[in-house]
């Protein structure tokens, strides 16, 4: 085999490893939300408890997703994957037994912890193995089976437990991570960040910070807004993620450099993910419900209906990732984001107890462009505007900015929902999803906006200091 056909074949093994294993990660997010009825009746557990078995993962996902990049850089990027593949796959298997529902609760704080070590490090291994001149499609690929992932967990979740049974929701991670994990061993090479160094001070800044913010969002519905336990967490994260910030300015070498913020291209892309996804998450997370709860749909039923809108990053995403390569990835990510907002606000417009499912047709069909049209470039929009020993830190800030954005999204829809409407009979429902949609609008239109401060054609990173050369990857 010559270097050209083991280049290529390099490649296309580092694209299906790390497009399945991101596709589990992203799985996770929201495939519990449909199957909730059955746990509660299988395991027990009250509202407060149902709402953690979501919650457990996103809290522990996000909070960790940084550390999870900078130990990778340190002690070896694929060493690191297959860890926390395995953690990941155990803890599904663990899910899947779980006897009660605090057991459950516990072993999805497990997965969120594998999932944050993994999937920061797919993106990094991906970018390694790609060729530039074609990172962009791989990059698309990429993003097309992870957005795919997102928006198809409720379908996902409901058809399996319809089916079969809720535990089966985790029992499907478990062929699939054993299969990856010697396919991983073999076939991805070991990297390293040059240099690297676990940054202590700035790892616990941001973890603690993390943790008050994301627990603060996620128990800001059943606790309220104004309670002490609420508000202390978002205020203590909010100031221990300011100290991070300031760490990140003054340290020699911190764990995710603010200097980077000063780039146009790191900080539009980052700013616009995060506000995309509280859009999305939110939305996805009103409109599933509204399909079973209003129109009456079964779970898988509400899915396939939702599949023009969930379904489009699989077939548009991989073309955008090559305009992305021909035109630059602004263009596409500010249409995208646009098309996706325009989707959101017509869905608000016909929401409706008697919505036919012609009048949301539309609505769905540009919104699910929009989202493939963003997710494709987005990633190589973060990977390119940082040197390539800073994209393993960069890609895990770049995932904790949109988890927060997700939990962010989901807790300020739900409360405008409880404001305005309620779960009393489908005129209330409709009166309370469509204030919340239109706010997930708009903030996928401020996420537009923000795509706008990136460079209209990204120039090459800045190149690598000697000193960060010194240390070479290691093959396989």
């Given at each position: 085999?010559?270097?050209?056909?083991?280049?290529?074949?390099?490649?296309?093994?580092?694209?299906?490893?790390?497009?399945?294993?991101?596709?589990?990660?992203?799985?996770?997010?929201l495939?519990?939300?449909?199957?909730?009825?059955?746990?509660?009746?299988?395991l027990g557990g009250?509202?407060?408890?149902l709402e953690w078995t979501?919650?457990?993962?996103?809290?522990?996902f996000?909070?960790?997703?940084m550390?999870?990049?900078?130990?990778?850089?340190?002690?070896?990027?694929?060493?690191?994957f297959?860890?926390g593949l395995?953690?990941?796959t155990?803890a599904?298997?663990?899910?899947?037994?779980?006897p009660?529902?605090?057991?459950?609760?516990?072993?999805?704080a497990?997965?969120?912890?594998g999932?944050?070590?993994?999937?920061?490090l797919?993106?990094?291994?991906l970018t390694a193995?790609?060729?530039?001149?074609?990172?962009?499609?791989?990059?698309?690929?990429?993003s097309?089976?992870?957005?795919?992932?997102v928006?198809s967990?409720?379908?996902?979740?409901?058809s399996?437990?319809?089916?079969?049974?809720?535990q089966?929701?985790?029992?499907?991670?478990?062929?699939?991570?054993?299969?990856?994990l010697?396919?991983?061993?073999l076939?991805?090479?070991?990297?390293?960040?040059?240099?690297?160094?676990l940054?202590v001070p700035?790892?616990?800044?941001?973890?603690g910070?993390?943790?008050?913010?994301?627990?603060?969002?996620?128990t800001a519905n059943?606790?309220?807004?104004?309670?002490?336990?609420?508000?202390?967490?978002?205020i203590?994260?909010?100031?221990?993620?300011a100290?991070f910030?300031?760490?990140?300015f003054?340290?020699?070498r911190p764990?995710l450099?603010?200097?980077?913020?000063?780039?146009r291209?790191?900080?539009g892309i980052n700013?616009?993910?995060?506000l995309?996804f509280?859009?999305?998450?939110?939305s996805?997370f009103?409109?599933?419900?509204y399909f079973?709860g209003?129109?009456?749909?079964s779970?898988?039923e509400?899915g396939?209906?939702?599949l023009?809108?969930?379904?489009?990053p699989?077939?548009?995403?991989?073309?955008?990732?090559?305009?992305?390569?021909r035109f630059g990835g602004?263009?596409?990510?500010?249409?995208?984001?646009?098309?996706?907002?325009?989707?959101?606000?017509?869905?608000?417009?016909?929401?409706?107890?008697?919505?036919?499912y012609a009048?949301q047709?539309?609505?769905?069909?540009v919104?699910g462009v929009?989202?493939?049209?963003?997710?494709?470039?987005?990633a190589?929009l973060?990977?390119?505007?940082v040197?390539p020993?800073?994209?393993?830190?960069?890609?895990?800030?770049?995932n904790?900015l949109?988890e927060?954005?997700?939990?962010?999204?989901?807790?300020?829809?739900?409360?405008?929902?409880?404001?305005?409407g309620?779960?009393d009979s489908?005129?209330?429902?409709?009166?309370?999803?469509?204030?919340?949609?239109?706010?997930?609008?708009?903030?996928?239109?401020l996420?537009?906006?923000?795509?706008l401060?990136?460079p209209?054609?990204?120039?090459?990173p800045?190149?690598?200091p000697?000193?960060?050369?010194?240390?070479?990857?290691v093959?396989?």
């Open positions: 085999m010559n270097q050209h056909t083991a280049g290529r074949s390099g490649a296309v093994w580092a694209l299906v490893i790390t497009s399945v294993a991101g596709f589990m990660a992203a799985l996770d997010n495939v519990v939300t449909t199957a909730l009825p059955s746990i509660r009746q299988s009250g509202l407060a408890e979501v919650n457990a993962y996103t809290l522990t996000a909070v960790l997703l550390l999870g990049a900078a130990l990778g850089d340190r002690f070896g990027r694929r060493r690191l297959l860890t395995a953690v990941f155990g599904s298997a663990a899910a899947a037994l779980s009660g529902i605090n057991e459950l609760i516990a072993f999805r497990v997965q969120g912890v999932a944050a070590i993994m999937m920061p797919t993106l990094t291994l193995a790609v060729p530039p001149a074609r990172r962009g499609a791989a990059l698309g690929i990429f097309a089976v992870t957005g795919l992932a928006a967990g409720p379908l996902i979740g409901g399996l437990t319809e089916h079969l049974s809720w089966w929701i985790f029992w499907l991670n478990v062929p699939v991570g054993v299969a990856l010697p396919l991983a061993r076939r991805l090479t070991e990297s390293y960040a040059p240099d690297a160094r940054d700035g790892t616990l800044l941001v973890s910070g993390l943790f008050g913010i994301v627990y603060g969002l996620v059943s606790d309220g807004w104004t309670s002490p336990t609420v508000l202390g967490a978002l203590a994260g909010a100031a221990l993620m100290g910030v300031r760490h990140g003054r340290a020699k764990m450099p603010m200097r980077l913020f000063r780039d291209a790191f900080f700013m616009a993910s995060m995309m509280l859009g999305m998450f939110g996805i009103l409109l599933s419900q079973q209003v129109l009456g749909y779970p898988t509400a396939l209906r939702m023009p809108w969930t379904g489009m699989m077939l548009v995403a991989p073309v955008a990732g090559m305009l992305s390569d602004r263009p596409v990510v500010v249409a995208g984001l646009a098309l996706q907002a325009v989707g959101l606000a017509f869905f608000a417009l016909v929401v409706a107890p008697d919505a036919s009048s047709l539309p609505g769905l069909i919104g929009g989202m493939a049209l963003y997710f494709a470039p987005a190589g973060v990977m390119s505007s040197r020993a800073e994209q393993g830190i960069a890609s895990g800030a770049n904790a949109r927060v954005g997700g939990a962010l999204g989901v807790a300020v829809l739900a409360t405008v929902f409880s404001a305005q309620g779960y489908a005129r209330s429902f409709t009166d309370g999803t469509v204030p919340a949609v239109w706010i997930g609008a708009s903030a996928v239109a996420a537009t906006v923000a795509a401060l990136i209209r054609r990204r120039s090459k800045a190149p690598e000697v000193a960060a050369r010194k240390r070479a990857p093959a396989a």
